[in-house]
Every structure is written in C-alpha cells, then in structure tokens.
C-alpha cells in the first residue's frame, strides 16, 4: 500500500512529456490560385479620369473584404488616386506663416466654396492663440484683431454651381446688413 501511494506521489510530481517533441506543420502556396487584388487594367490611372462614371470601383472580389481603393467613390476615390501618384487634389498645404499678410500682399487662402475659415496664429506663428476668421465671396478679406495679419479668399470653384444651397436668395448674398465697425468710419477701404 505504502509502495502504491508512492508511485503515484512520485507520477504527479513528474511532468508528462509528449510523445512527439514537435507537431508537424507544413506550409505551401497553390500556385494556381488567382492572384487577389487589383489589377492594372483595374484601376484607372488620374489622367483617365473624365466622367463621374470613372470613379466607381471594381470594387473586391467575392468572399474577400475590400480596401478603400477598392471600395471609395467620387471625391474620395479621385483623392487617393491623387495620392497615388503624387498630387495633392485638395491642396492640403499649410498656409504661408512666414511672414505678416497686408492689405497690399495679403495671404491668400484658395476656396471651392461660398464662404471659407482661417485660423489665425499670429506672426511670428503661435504668437497668440488661434482666432477664427471667416472670410467669403461677398467679404473676400479680412484682418485679424489681435495681430493684424490679412487674408484674401481666392474663390476657385465653379462660377454657377447647380448643387448650391443658396436657397435662391438672389445675389448669394446673406441678404442683411453687416455690423458696422470702427474700420468703416476711419477707413472704408478696410472691409
């Protein structure tokens, strides 16, 4: 008995080491399997693009989940084929903070829409915290208060744009009178 409870005290304590020290795993590649992705003829490049039709996607095969190349469409997908070649469709660039923007040499900010923000750092940059300014087709320059700094919206976009949401206000204008400021008494010419 005592010999019994031994043996199995002493088989508890004693690890148990498989029979097989490794699994066996192997690995192979069909060869005949297609290849998943796109392919060149696929993906048109951005000089091909002429139409809205042109940026739809192939979109992925079955079963497989697809990126954003194969996925996006419109603006988005023209911005990664933009990318992809280099071009940056927006024009994403920081504005020009080396220097003070003057009624005379302005910093111009580009715009495809009626009305545009800046956000104003200072000169030198980050002299004072950002202050918003909003400058659009009816008002195409403004200063900021605190550092003086001017901006001038260029407007970019179409000249009738048929997806406007002006709500036929005529003119595209606001349609009310702006507040009057200290600018407009002392000098006009800085609206």
């Given at each position: 008995?005592?010999?019994?409870?031994?043996?199995?005290?002493?088989?508890r304590?004693?690890?148990?080491?498989?029979?097989?020290?490794?699994?066996?795993?192997?690995?192979?590649?069909?060869?005949?399997?297609?290849?998943?992705?796109?392919?060149?003829?696929?993906?048109?490049?951005?000089?091909?693009?002429?139409?809205?039709?042109?940026?739809?996607?192939?979109?992925?095969?079955?079963?497989?989940i697809?990126?954003?190349?194969?996925?996006?469409?419109?603006?988005?997908?023209?911005?990664?084929?933009?990318?992809?070649?280099?071009?940056?469709?927006?024009?994403?660039?920081?504005?020009?903070?080396?220097?003070?923007?003057?009624?005379?040499?302005?910093?111009?900010?580009?715009?495809?829409?009626?009305?545009?923000?800046?956000?104003?750092?200072?000169y030198?940059?980050?002299?004072?915290?950002?202050?918003?300014?909003?400058t659009?087709?009816?008002?195409?320059?403004?200063?900021?208060?605190?550092?003086?700094?001017?901006?001038?919206?260029?407007?970019?976009?179409?000249?009738?744009?048929?997806?406007?949401?002006?709500?036929h206000?005529?003119?595209?204008?606001?349609?009310?009178?702006?507040?009057?400021?200290?600018?407009?008494?002392?000098?006009?010419?800085y609206?």
């Amino acid at each position: 008995m005592f010999l019994q409870r031994t043996a199995f005290a002493a088989a508890r304590r004693a690890g148990a080491s498989p029979m097989i020290k490794r699994s066996f795993a192997t690995s192979f590649v069909r060869r005949d399997a297609p290849k998943s992705g796109l392919s060149e003829t696929q993906i048109k490049k951005f000089e091909e693009i002429k139409t809205e039709d042109d940026l739809l996607p192939p979109g992925a095969p079955p079963g497989a989940i697809p990126s954003d190349l194969e996925q996006a469409t419109g603006l988005e997908r023209l911005e990664i084929l933009g990318k992809m070649e280099g071009i940056d469709i927006f024009d994403m660039k920081p504005l020009d903070a080396s220097r003070k923007g003057t009624l005379d040499d302005p910093i111009v900010v580009k715009s495809f829409g009626d009305e545009q923000y800046q956000g104003c750092t200072g000169y030198p940059a980050d002299s004072h915290n950002v202050i918003w300014l909003t400058t659009s087709r009816d008002r195409p320059i403004e200063r900021c208060p605190e550092c003086g700094s001017v901006y001038k919206m260029e407007y970019v976009g179409p000249a009738e744009d048929p997806h406007a949401h002006d709500h036929h206000h005529g003119d595209g204008a606001h349609n009310y009178e702006e507040a009057k400021t200290f600018a407009d008494f002392v000098r006009p010419e800085y609206r």
